[in-house]
């Protein structure tokens, strides 16, 4: 009873930070220009600005909208569309779209309004509610403590990590402690307050840990830096000539795979757990065998998860240089498809490593041949 309620106040102690952070703005000042948003609805479409070369549409629409949110909701305004002819951040819209607005006032009244896209946020809220229902139909309470995990990371990274960044501050080391924080209160709060969570932490960290000296050792060896990120090159215009994108494509490497490297070291460390209570008196190797055993299956299917993540996230660069016809050695000598194979094959480091990491440390934590209920305090 004492563990448990420990769990909850651990769990609402998350729910409180992530509360707080959302208030939190460590952003630099200045950068932004002020304007007003709110969700609109297109009532009319001028296209006649509007040029089309091929599959390629620049100028401009000029639309007339309503406001369906903010201070001035129910006045209409006109507002432009900028075409820039790259098809991946365009979008023309009709009468009756629904999109973001950003706008100014003048004398009181909406004015020199711009289309920021369809008006997608809605949706996004409802998956959100969908996905943490699913949570706890499927896992209960720990279902309920991992949504709440959820969005504690979510926060810590927009309202910590990269304004910290913006800020300045040192990509590496700093990723490394915003991974140990997020590592902590992902693990503590869905494995327990226990050996288990313990277990699981300690492992991860040594996942991740190997895995940020390979991606400062490799991306030397590449020499690759990171501006084969996509917006780099626009961040540094936008006045952040300081920014050392290096570094912070490495924190990238290990950030990406921190949340794969948790899972598996959770199911290695909740197996050992088992094992251990299905066999008290099982000694310090037989426990480590069997932990090692366990980490073999799991290992065998995870490798393969970075892979699959990655590629299907840029499938369309590989459809490109394969449709110019590019000789093998040209594609894996690309700088971008350099960054991704070190970013998949650095990344599935951590992954296999963490599976032993974390059987070493649980046949420690356990080693007294004492068995405690599940979930027993550290």
């Not at 990723?175 to 991860?204: D, E, H, K, M």
Request: proline letters at 3%; hydrophobic letters at 50%.
């Amino acid at each position: 009873m004492l563990s448990a309620r420990r769990e909850w106040q651990f769990s609402m102690a998350i729910a409180a930070i992530s509360f707080i952070l959302f208030f939190i703005n460590l952003a630099p000042p200045g950068r932004d220009d002020g304007g007003r948003h709110a969700r609109a609805v297109v009532t009319a479409v001028d296209d006649q600005h509007v040029r089309t070369n091929q599959i390629v549409k620049t100028g401009f629409q000029v639309l007339r909208v309503e406001l369906l949110s903010g201070s001035q909701k129910g006045q209409t305004m006109t507002v432009t569309n900028q075409l820039t002819g790259k098809l991946e951040f365009d979008e023309l819209y009709t009468g009756g779209s629904q999109l973001l607005i950003e706008y100014g006032l003048e004398e009181g009244q909406p004015a020199h309004g711009m289309a920021r896209g369809h008006y997608r946020i809605h949706w996004q809220g409802l998956l959100i509610g969908l996905y943490v229902v699913l949570l706890v139909l499927v896992a209960g309470v720990t279902g309920l403590k991992a949504a709440l995990s959820f969005l504690f990371a979510a926060m810590v990274l927009w309202k910590l990590f990269f304004p910290l960044l913006l800020l300045g501050f040192a990509p590496v080391p700093t990723g490394l402690v915003i991974v140990a924080v997020l590592t902590a209160a992902v693990t503590f709060s869905v494995g327990g307050l226990n050996r288990r969570g313990l277990t699981t932490f300690i492992g991860s960290m040594l996942g991740v840990t190997l895995t940020c000296v390979l991606a400062v050792v490799f991306a030397e060896s590449f020499r690759l830096n990171g501006a084969v990120r996509p917006f780099a090159e626009s961040l540094l215009y936008s006045g952040y000539y300081d920014l050392r994108l290096t570094e912070i494509f490495i924190a990238s490497v290990f950030i990406a795979c921190s949340g794969a490297v948790m899972d598996l070291a959770m199911d290695i460390a909740a197996s050992m757990e088992e094992i251990k209570l299905g066999n008290p008196g099982i000694g310090f190797f037989a426990h480590l065998g069997a932990g090692f055993r366990v980490g073999r299956a799991v290992v065998g299917t995870m490798t393969t998860t970075l892979l699959l993540a990655y590629s299907s996230s840029h499938i369309f660069m590989f459809m490109l240089v394969m449709a110019k016809g590019l000789p093998a050695a040209n594609i894996l000598n690309a700088p971008f498809v350099s960054a991704e194979i070190l970013n998949i094959l650095v990344g599935s480091f951590g992954l296999v490593t963490v599976a032993p990491f974390t059987a070493v440390v649980a046949a420690l934590l356990y080693r007294s041949g004492k068995t405690a209920p599940a979930g027993s305090k550290l």
